[in-house]
């Protein structure tokens, strides 16, 4: 078992519709947990961290986080084509190293 | 404010040569990671610096790696000698004392022939 699964996509959406990412960890001792977002060929650039339970928002980006079931989604509402890139979604157990899921493919169709 | 940056951007080698690679951190960042990517897999982490000190360096393949923060500025990974299974991008991240978002420079794409 992976310890950070993504499902790799590609997830297509419609502009302007909401794109849904998700992702499911094993260690429960997780505590930080981020997404980020990378281009092809370019460096990972971090768009959200969450560290309780709950939703957080920021800008058309929320990111939700559900310790008991052990699950991190990511929410982009009013999807642009500007939004297609790989979102990957990492954790951490603290100031630490950061465990990778592999990345999801999101394309938003014009 | 300059973020992380990587030297070289490619680098590309023969089987049993060696590379250096070279890593400068966002000022005033203690925390500096390595990690690294293969065609196809995770990223995957390779080590941690506090300062000048090795945190962690669980995520090292073998001894052909080795790691340098000499200063506690920046870092350098040498492979030597380099394998064909090193191939593939070896980021870098760096974040501040006390803080766990990790800001990650260009990359270095190395391929080894």
């Known amino acids: 078992q992976k310890e950070v699964e993504q499902n790799s996509g590609p997830l297509s959406v419609p502009e302007g519709a909401i794109a849904s990412l998700n992702c499911t960890y094993s260690?429960?001792?997780?505590?930080?947990f981020f997404w980020y977002r990378q281009y092809s060929g370019k460096s990972p650039e971090l768009i959200m961290s969450?560290?309780?339970?709950g939703d957080k928002e920021d800008g058309r980006f929320t990111a939700q986080l559900n310790k008991a079931s052990q699950y991190v989604s990511l929410l982009i509402r009013d999807s642009q084509p500007s939004d297609s890139a790989t979102y990957l979604c990492a954790v951490s157990g603290g100031y630490q190293k950061v465990t990778f899921g592999i990345g999801t493919k999101l394309q938003v169709i014009p | 404010e300059a973020g992380v940056t990587q030297f070289p951007s490619h680098s590309v080698i023969e089987k049993g040569q060696t590379v250096t690679l070279r890593c400068d951190p966002i000022?005033?960042?203690?925390?500096l990671y390595w990690y690294r990517r293969v065609m196809g897999k995770e990223i995957k982490f390779l080590l941690h610096?506090?300062?000048?000190?090795?945190?962690?360096e669980s995520g090292m393949p073998n001894n052909r790696f080795l790691a340098e923060r000499t200063g506690g500025t920046y870092s350098t990974l040498k492979v030597q000698p380099a394998e064909l299974e090193d191939s593939g991008v070896y980021f870098c991240a760096s974040s501040q004392q006390g803080r766990n978002e990790q800001f990650f420079g260009p990359g270095t794409r190395l391929t080894v022939l």
């Open positions: 000022s005033g960042h203690d925390n």
């Open positions: 260690d429960r001792g997780s505590q930080s």
């Open positions: 610096f506090v300062k000048e000190s090795k945190q962690d």
């Open positions: 969450i560290y309780s339970n």
